[in-house]
């Protein structure tokens, strides 16, 4: 069963065609490169992929569950940040909980700041976002980065 399915998906940008009626389905567990020259439309591709905005023609439909996390292309780490730090500067969702729940929990504790925290709590079981370290663990064990994790 598909994670991923894009279906007939077409984009122009200033009235270059980046891609016409691509289609394609992913499944859990696969892995995938995106490869081409720059300015091809690959960061494109993926901030569509993302939700950021929608394709000129097409669908794309992801399953429940499934997330994409997207990294920054062009690094800027900060000469204090680890591989491990990193990954949370990441866009998604289960992120950005992740990190209002980190930021929340360390404000004086308030009736708000208490029923933020609930709110946030459930947030997080719900999208499974209590996993992400686990996540990224595997990730970079797959990527066989795993020993660098804490390291710059």
Excluded: C
């Excluded at 567990?29 to 939700?51: A, C, E, P, Y």
């Excluded at 394709?55 to 794309?60: A, K, L, N, Y």
């Excluded at 940040?81 to 866009?91: A, F, M, N, Q, R």
């Excluded at 969702?93 to 504790?109: G, Q, S």
């Amino acid at each position: 069963m598909n994670v991923l399915s894009l279906e007939n998906i077409s984009k122009t940008l200033n009235d270059t065609p980046l891609f016409e009626a691509v289609s394609f389905g992913l499944e859990g567990g696969d892995h995938v490169g995106l490869i081409g020259q720059n300015g091809t439309g690959k960061s494109t591709f993926l901030r569509l992929l993302r939700g950021d905005f929608p394709p000129d023609t097409g669908t794309i439909s992801m399953a429940r569950d499934t997330e994409l996390i997207t990294v920054a292309q062009h690094v800027d780490f900060d000469s204090s940040d680890t591989v491990h730090s990193y990954l949370y500067k990441g866009e998604g969702r289960r992120i950005a909980l992740l990190n209002a729940y980190h930021t929340l929990i360390e404000e004086e504790h308030t009736n708000q700041t208490q029923k933020k925290l609930a709110e946030l709590t459930e947030m997080l079981d719900l999208t499974g976002a209590w996993n992400l370290e686990t996540d990224f663990t595997s990730l970079l064990g797959e990527l066989g980065l795993y020993g660098i994790m804490q390291e710059h």
